[in-house]
Each structure stands twice: as structure tokens, then as C-alpha cells.
T-cell receptor, first 114, second 113 residues
């Protein structure tokens, strides 16, 4: 039962263009969402988060959009840089249900072409 | 902020042996998590501590797995009688409060031969 899904295993984008990474979830009780970036042989690094009371959050080149009715979130990276090439994971949690775990998607490998 | 530290970085063991991993969280963080990641998958939740109390365990955590966090500081994850299916990256993460980002260590890569 994959509650958090990233249906695109990979994405290639030209340097300077926008990268859009997508994530869908099935549990309507999820109320906190995060994006992580992972380089090989390193742990995931936190990028940006959003609470369910918002529909957008920005931090520099990174913007996360949340569409609760569609149970969908996306990460926009503008402009994309070669150093952004990594695997990106979305994650979600539901603090109200008494569980503490964050559930991760399977990841999207982003390649930014110079 | 020295970050989350995990040791060892790599562990190769023979099937049937016991292994123990250590995690030192960020010092101000009272919440500590263990996750496991295999190739092509996202991190899978194993267990959660708040201070020294183990509050949640995944059904992935069989009887061969045990985790401790004495005194609410560092944590250890032990796997007894390792199997080849235990080969994975074991990730530790910590956080300050509920609904705050997890900060991950660089993981311990376990290979069971």
C-alpha cells in the first residue's frame, strides 16, 4: 500500500529551465509534506516543506505547491542548475492520527543538462 | 550543529552474524527515527523514539531487530542472525518537534554475504 507516489522515476531538464517534480498521495489525513534531495552515498537533505493549511511555499529557487482536493503536490525548481541533479523524494505525515512516521515516495531522479 | 552522525558507514557481514549500528542525533533533538532504504525505493520507516521511549515500531521490524535509545541521547539498532534480505542502507534521522523536518545522517550501508 503505497500511500505516497512519485510516478515519474526520472526527469531530464536543460540548465536554466524549470524542473517540475510531482507527488500524489492517497491519505486525506496527511497534513504536513516535505521534499528531500539525495545525492549518492549521502543521506536525504531537507529542501522545503508545506503544511496543509497552505497551498504554496517558496524558498529561493524552490517552490512547493499543494492541491489538497487532488491530493497532489509538486516541487518547482527555477532556474534548474547542474548541481540540482539528484534523486528527489516527497514525504508526508499525519500527526493527528497518533502516528509519528513520515512516509516517503519512491523518488524521482532529476538530471539537469548543461 | 554537527548534524546527525552514523557509524559505521559501511558494514559487510556474513549471514547469521549479529550487527549493531550507532546513531548520534543533533543534540537539541528529542525525536529520533530509523529508516531503511533499498535500491530504487524511498526510505521505509522502522521505528521512532521520543527521548528514551520507543513510541512506534513498523511491522517491518521483525523480532531480529531491536533498537534502543538509553538516556535519550544516541541510539543503537541491532540486527540478529542477519539474512541477505537485510542488505540495505540504514538511515537515522532526528527532529526537534512534531511536524518539523527530519535531519538525516549519511547512513550505514549493510551488505550481508
Amino acid at each position: 500500500d503505497q500511500q505516497v507516489k512519485q510516478n515519474s522515476p526520472s526527469l531530464s531538464v536543460q540548465e536554466g529551465r524549470i524542473s517540475i517534480l510531482n507527488c500524489d498521495y492517497t491519505n486525506s489525513m496527511f497534513d504536513y509534506f516535505l521534499w528531500y534531495k539525495k545525492y549518492p552515498a549521502e543521506g536525504p537533505t531537507f529542501l522545503i516543506s508545506i503544511s496543509s493549511i497552505k497551498d504554496k511555499n517558496e524558498d529561493g529557487r524552490f517552490t512547493v505547491f499543494l492541491n489538497k482536493s487532488a491530493k497532489h503536490l509538486s516541487l518547482h525548481i527555477v532556474p534548474s542548475q547542474p548541481g540540482d541533479s539528484a534523486v528527489y523524494f516527497c514525504a508526508a505525515s499525519d500527526a493527528t492520527s497518533g502516528t509519528y512516521k513520515y512516509i516517503f515516495g519512491t523518488g524521482t531522479r532529476l538530471k539537469v543538462l548543461a | 550543529d554537527t548534524g546527525v552522525s552514523q557509524n559505521p558507514r559501511h558494514k559487510i557481514t556474513k549471514r547469521g552474524q549479529n550487527v549493531t549500528f550507532r546513531c548520534d542525533p543533533i543534540s537539541e533533538h528529542n525525536r529520533l527515527y530509523w529508516y531503511r532504504q533499498t535500491l530504487g525505493q524511498g526510505p521505509e520507516f522502522l521505528t521512532y523514539f521520543q527521548n528514551e521511549a520507543q513510541l512506534e515500531k513498523s511491522r517491518l521490524l521483525s523480532d531480529r531487530f531491536s533498537a534502543e535509545r538509553p538516556k535519550g541521547s544516541f541510539s543503537t539498532l541491532e540486527i540478529q542472525r542477519t539474512e541477505q534480505g537485510d542488505s540495505a542502507m540504514y538511515l537515522c534521522a532526528s527532529s526537534w518537534v512534531l511536524d518539523s523536518p527530519l535531519h538525516f545522517g549519511n547512513g550505514t550501508r549493510l551488505t550481508v554475504t
